[in-house]
Nanobody, 129 residues
Framework: QVQLVESGGGSVQAGGSARLSCAAS????????MTWFRQVPGKEREGIAVIYPTNGNTNYADSVKGRFTVSRDNGDKTLYLQMNSLKPEDTAMYYC??????????????????????WGQGTQVTVSA
């Protein structure tokens, strides 16, 4: 079992930046995709950024590409999401998730909630105009 705890959410002005962190209870890089999702009321949870096991390659949703950067460090126990040029439409609850590579490293499965085994409780990001 892997425990995940997000932090770094809060209120940000449009055009500003924020960095989210997700602390994992163990090293995850060899076996798990580490992914950020976000969700707003009434909509499905959206996969926005993934970092793959071992090679560290990344993918992003079109909605955040070029503005957000996912990374990891601390012996691959911490996942980060650097968010720049924030827009009001980025307002959401942000979640980190871990998925076995056999599930998430197939096509576009990285962005599917069904590919993930462990979830944090989320951190709210609110972007004001």
């Amino acid at each position: 079992q892997v425990q995940l705890v997000e932090s770094g959410g809060g209120s940000v002005q449009a055009g500003g930046s924020a960095r989210l962190s997700c602390a994992a209870s163990r090293d995850t890089s060899s076996s798990y995709c580490m992914t950020w999702f976000r969700q707003v009321p009434g909509k499905e949870r959206e996969g926005i950024a993934v970092i793959y096991p071992t090679n560290g390659n990344t993918n992003y949703a079109d909605s955040v590409k070029g503005r957000f950067t996912v990374s990891r460090d601390n012996g691959d126990k911490t996942l980060y999401l650097q968010m720049n040029s924030l827009k009001p439409e980025d307002t959401a609850m942000y979640y980190c998730a871990l998925g076995l590579s056999s599930k998430c490293w197939i096509g576009d499965n990285w962005a599917a909630t069904s590919a993930y085994d462990f979830w944090g409780q989320g951190t709210q990001v609110t972007v004001s105009a």
